[in-house]
């Protein structure tokens, strides 16, 4: 008997039964489904927060703020240290802690990062907006139409989140590019605003990490963060909220050593992935969780599996007997039994990943039109070849080991025995 005839054979007699193997199928089909949907909502986060990453830097590129600045200091009072300075000191970044940073070799690229804030926007409908916006150092938004903004010259640029668009009075993106909109800021000092020009060069899509973050031209933060500085002393003037930088060949391994020497001297230093990897380690928890629920649907289903199994060498206990009789060995009475628990993972996992596809392509339009609406480029479900052979392989596998016990059972019946069983 060759391997298609106890294929063939096996698929027939799977259907014996209808009732009891469409069930069986049923259960396995709904822990497909599960793991499924929920393997393709992992994909979806992740492939949209990689692509994010992408956007926002190199991998070796860090935000460095004094830890006194983020409350990353050691558990406890900490001492106080007359010659560290005043409080204002030990939270900014001052132009010796600047040099000593710059001294660094194994960083590069440093740049000081401007405390600055902008009062409101203004467009051609004359209505105000407040907004967040910093200059471009290491970044790269993702670009709904336009270009960055310029990271060096003169030009007073900004990169506006695509809900000012309407809001400022332009028709659409396209039309507001090359456009100019008023920004203002006050000085900290004497609370004096001024108003100066802004072209729009671009429009950002929304992002998940940094929002609706704007981006503006670093001659456009230099000029507001003059504005803000206005009439201040010169020593607040000189202080920085922080620095980017990027670490020179930035392995993992260099990565941690240049924190642990930041840490030394009182700096928290985080890279823009670790950022993210904080978001993606979050998914992957919520998912793996789903995933666990999933497993407990197939094990229920593999239970369903062997008493499918069961029963069918019960009923058929007699045409077993007759087989071997007739010169059937036991391996193939075994492999006729091991195809029909496959025949029942195969169809009730092929099934469910069909199903999966359809929910995940409702779940994908709800998700535009509602929860995820303005994050362009985000499909919430997405369905990998190597992932869908995956579940099916997997749970192909759960549904033969559940059928070697009632297999073995039918190959170690006694033909006798069998074709006098009533």
Same mark, same amino acid.
């Given at each position: 008997? $060759?391997?298609?005839?106890?294929? =063939?054979?096996?698929?027939?007699?799977?259907? *014996? #039964?209808?009732?009891?193997?469409?069930?069986?199928? %049923?259960?396995?089909?709904?822990?497909?489904?599960?793991?499924?949907?929920?393997?393709?909502?992992? #994909?979806? +986060?992740?492939?949209?927060?990689?692509?994010? +990453?992408?956007?926002?830097?190199?991998?070796?590129?860090?935000?460095?703020?004094?830890?006194?600045?983020?409350?990353?200091?050691?558990?406890?009072?900490?001492?106080y240290e007359a010659n560290r300075g005043s409080a204002t000191d030990?939270?900014?970044?001052?132009?010796?802690?600047?040099?000593?940073? $710059?001294?660094?070799?194994?960083?590069?690229?440093?740049?000081?990062?401007?405390?600055?804030?902008?009062?409101?926007?203004?467009?051609?409908? *004359?209505?105000?907006?407040?907004?967040?916006?910093?200059?471009?150092?290491? %970044?790269?938004?993702?670009?709904?139409?336009?270009?960055?903004?310029? $990271?060096?010259? *003169?030009?007073?640029?900004?990169?506006?989140?695509?809900?000012?668009?309407?809001?400022?009075?332009?028709?659409?993106?396209?039309?507001?590019?090359?456009? !100019?909109? =008023? +920004?203002?800021?006050?000085?900290?000092?004497?609370?004096?605003?001024?108003?100066?020009?802004? =072209?729009?060069?671009?429009?950002?899509?929304?992002?998940? %990490?940094?929002?609706?973050?704007?981006?503006?031209?670093?001659?456009?933060?230099?000029?507001?963060?003059?504005?803000?500085?206005?009439?201040?002393?010169? &020593?607040?003037?000189?202080?920085?909220?922080?620095?980017?930088?990027?670490? $020179?060949?930035?392995?993992?391994?260099?990565?941690? &050593?240049? =924190?642990?020497?930041?840490?030394?001297?009182?700096?928290?230093?985080? !890279?823009?992935?670790?950022? /993210?990897?904080q978001l993606r380690q979050v998914v992957n928890a919520i998912t793996?969780?789903?995933?666990?629920?999933?497993?407990?649907?197939?094990?229920?289903?593999?239970?369903?599996?062997? #008493?499918?199994?069961?029963?069918?060498?019960?009923?058929?206990?007699?045409?077993?007997?007759?087989?071997?009789?007739?010169?059937?060995?036991?391996?193939?009475?075994?492999?006729?039994?091991?195809?029909?628990?496959?025949?029942?993972?195969?169809?009730?996992?092929?099934?469910?990943?069909?199903?999966?596809?359809?929910?995940?392509?409702?779940?994908?339009?709800?998700? +535009?039109?509602?929860?995820l609406k303005g994050l362009a480029g985000f499909t919430l479900v997405?369905?990998?070849?190597?992932?869908?052979?995956?579940?099916? /392989?997997?749970?192909?596998?759960?549904?033969?080991?559940?059928?070697?016990?009632?297999?073995?059972?039918?190959?170690?019946?006694?033909?006798?025995?069998?074709?006098?069983?009533?």
């Amino acid at each position: 008997m $060759k391997f298609f005839d106890i294929l =063939k054979s096996a698929n027939t007699n799977l259907w *014996h #039964n209808k009732g009891r193997t469409i069930l069986t199928v %049923i259960a396995v089909m709904i822990g497909a489904l599960t793991i499924a949907i929920t393997v393709g909502i992992n #994909n979806g +986060v992740n492939n949209y927060v990689s692509k994010q +990453v992408a956007n926002v830097g190199s991998k070796g590129l860090m935000e460095i703020v004094p830890a006194a600045a983020t409350g990353q200091q050691a558990d406890g009072p900490q001492k106080y240290e007359a010659n560290r300075g005043s409080a204002t000191d030990q939270q900014n970044i001052t132009p010796a802690k600047l040099k000593k940073l $710059k001294a660094m070799k194994s960083l590069k690229d440093m740049q000081p990062v401007q405390d600055m804030s902008i009062d409101y926007v203004q467009g051609p409908n *004359h209505s105000k907006y407040t907004i967040q916006a910093q200059p471009p150092v290491g %970044i790269n938004v993702d670009l709904k139409r336009g270009r960055q903004a310029a $990271k060096n010259g *003169h030009s007073q640029e900004i990169v506006l989140a695509n809900e000012y668009i309407k809001a400022l009075g332009f028709k659409s993106a396209q039309q507001a590019l090359g456009k !100019t909109i =008023k +920004v203002a800021a006050s000085s900290q000092a004497t609370n004096q605003r001024s108003i100066v020009t802004a =072209k729009i060069v671009g429009i950002r899509n929304q992002s998940i %990490i940094q929002g609706s973050q704007s981006i503006i031209s670093q001659a456009l933060a230099d000029r507001v963060s003059n504005i803000n500085q206005a009439g201040l002393p010169a &020593k607040m003037k000189q202080n920085y909220y922080g620095v980017t930088a990027t670490v $020179k060949n930035p392995t993992d391994a260099n990565i941690a &050593k240049v =924190k642990k020497q930041l840490a030394k001297q009182g700096y928290d230093a985080q !890279t823009f992935q670790d950022q /993210v990897g904080q978001l993606r380690q979050v998914v992957n928890a919520i998912t793996g969780v789903l995933i666990v629920f999933g497993a407990i649907a197939l094990l229920a289903a593999s239970f369903g599996v062997i #008493n499918t199994l069961y029963m069918s060498v019960r009923d058929r206990t007699r045409e077993i007997g007759l087989m071997k009789a007739l010169g059937l060995s036991r391996g193939k009475v075994f492999l006729i039994f091991s195809c029909e628990s496959l025949l029942i993972g195969l169809i009730g996992s092929v099934l469910g990943i069909l199903l999966a596809a359809g929910i995940g392509q409702i779940l994908n339009q709800l998700a +535009v039109t509602s929860f995820l609406k303005g994050l362009a480029g985000f499909t919430l479900v997405q369905f990998t070849l190597p992932s869908v052979v995956a579940i099916i /392989v997997i749970i192909m596998l759960i549904a033969f080991l559940a059928g070697t016990l009632p297999a073995r059972r039918a190959a170690k019946l006694d033909p006798m025995t069998a074709l006098r069983y009533e």
